[in-house]
């Protein structure tokens, strides 16, 4: 192949697999995020406080009487359920209240602004209001419930509306598979109030599985992970809920404080605070354009090297 051309082939391979489609995106708070244009409102506002900042650390309390509040980031680009992310936060907790016949959780995840609502759980008087479509989030229901077990870990996975409403197109880990209280030692029954976790929740594009994967930082900034059980969750599996041709189509990324709408200011489902340290996303490059990256490679150093032996002189010519 002509040097010329083949330079050419070269800089169109590097082009389509080292230019970025998206950066990652993070935040470790150290500039406020209510004051940022980085974030926005995309469900309620702070009237009620249940945001706040200092320096390092953003405190979300969570009130489930209260309307849902939800701040978000842009990404930059819109995911959907072919492409593979990690989604981490680092976060420390503390729950007020968590009744025992009740059930309500703290999220983060990745919505889209414009089209992911506030109703996470319907109302006595509409039980299909619920419209927290395109989500992908980290729950922990804190409560622990006679009949039911708890507390309960999982990824949740919202698809884009299919005409109903938002549970209609849900995937989660139920049973004791995400039942944190029914697991036997070495595993832990909950998850370590007042100390600083980390989650990881990895989906892969490729496969359509979600892996939720928990670890407690110690003063060193030393992961030790653990061990929460299994907590995959296959949206390509049969009766997972997920409805794959309504995918979901995220754009942001999200905190959340939730409003449970089956529950009164005198008797909230949750009560707590949680502090994260920092939020982020990660692209996974997808098996292809690997392949794209090796190839280019191949094909730079055989001609860095012939450039080398040109400007020694060992080479005469084109």
């Not at 479509?133 to 507390?151: H, L």
């Not at 036997?184 to 979600?210: M, R, V």
Request: hydrophobic share 40%; charged share 10%.
């Amino acid at each position: 192949m002509p040097c010329l051309a083949r330079r050419a082939l070269l800089f169109a391979l590097l082009n389509l697999c080292w230019a970025p489609a998206a950066s990652a995106v993070s935040d470790n708070f150290s500039a406020n995020p209510l004051t940022s244009s980085a974030w926005s409102f995309g469900v309620g506002s702070n009237v009620n406080n249940q945001f706040t900042w200092s320096p390092g650390a953003l405190n979300v309390h969570l009130d489930s009487s209260l309307p849902t509040a939800r701040i978000d980031r842009p990404l930059g680009v819109t995911l959907s359920d072919s492409n593979s992310f990690q989604l981490s936060a680092r976060f420390s907790f503390h729950i007020t209240s968590a009744p025992a016949d009740q059930a309500a959780q703290f999220s983060f995840g990745l919505t889209n602004h414009a089209l992911t609502g506030g109703d996470r759980t319907g109302t006595l008087a509409s039980f299909t209001s619920d419209n927290t479509f395109s989500t992908v989030e980290f729950d922990y229901f804190p409560n622990v419930s006679p009949s039911f077990g708890g507390p309960t870990l999982s990824p949740a996975v919202f698809g884009a509306s299919a005409g109903g409403d938002a549970f209609s197109n849900l995937a989660s880990i139920f049973g004791d598979a995400s039942n944190l209280g029914s697991h036997s030692p070495p595993g832990i029954t909950s998850l370590p109030q007042d100390t600083t976790l980390e989650a990881h929740l990895a989906y892969n594009g490729s496969s359509k599985i979600a892996t939720l994967t928990m670890f407690q930082v110690s003063g060193l900034g030393v992961l030790s992970q653990l061990n929460t059980g299994p907590l995959v969750l296959d949206l390509g599996s049969f009766g997972s809920g997920y409805d794959p041709t309504h995918p979901f189509s995220l754009d942001t990324l999200s905190i959340m404080s939730y409003h449970d709408g089956f529950t009164t200011s005198d008797a909230p489902s949750l009560v707590g605070d949680i502090t994260y340290q920092n939020i982020s996303l990660t692209l996974v490059p997808e098996p292809s354009t690997v392949v794209l990256a090796l190839l280019a490679g191949a094909l730079f150093l055989p001609w860095r090297h012939y450039r080398r032996a040109r400007r020694a002189g060992h080479l005469i010519g084109r």
